[in-house]
């Protein structure tokens, strides 16, 4: 593939990651008090506080994500929050039977996301971002 291609497919992908938390957030924003009654049931302490901290976290780290600035500490640090809200909020292994399917699909999907993630911090943002090659 040629660098020029593989830059706009690492901008495609860094799209797309980004649409992925600023969707989070929009959706989490969206039911705001269903969403803190979702978190304290998981055992989050301070959960409105928590939900506002996740909102801001997905949202900036989307668009910095999108744009292609401070990518690579952006994806590690989202790579992080995701690492530790997925046992929280898709613990399969203590799922209700009827649920059990839907969070092993959110397991991998969270798992694959990281794996993304861990790639745009390995190999950057690419040359169609604010970053650069130089990141």
């Given at each position: ?5 593989q ?12 649409l ?12 705001f ?7 304290a ?11 506002y901290a996740?909102l801001?976290l997905?949202?900036?780290?989307g ?14 640090i989202?790579?992080?929050?995701v690492?530790?809200?997925t046992?929280?909020f ?13 969070q092993?699909?959110?397991f991998?999907?969270?798992?694959a ?23």
């Amino acid at each position: 593939m040629s660098k020029e291609n593989q830059a706009k497919v690492m901008l495609v992908g860094r799209i797309l990651m980004g649409l992925l938390f600023v969707g989070a957030a929009w959706s989490k924003s969206g039911r705001f008090d269903g969403s803190v009654a979702y978190m304290a049931k998981n055992g989050v302490p301070m959960a409105e506080l928590a939900l506002y901290a996740a909102l801001l976290l997905e949202f900036a780290g989307g668009v910095l994500l999108i744009l292609g600035w401070k990518t690579r500490w952006t994806a590690i640090i989202l790579a992080v929050f995701v690492v530790v809200i997925t046992p929280i909020f898709h613990a399969f292994w203590v799922a209700e039977p009827a649920q059990y399917t839907g969070q092993w699909n959110h397991f991998l999907k969270n798992i694959a996301i990281i794996g993304g993630l861990l790639y745009i911090w390995a190999f950057g943002p690419g040359s169609k971002s604010i970053d650069g090659d130089k990141a």
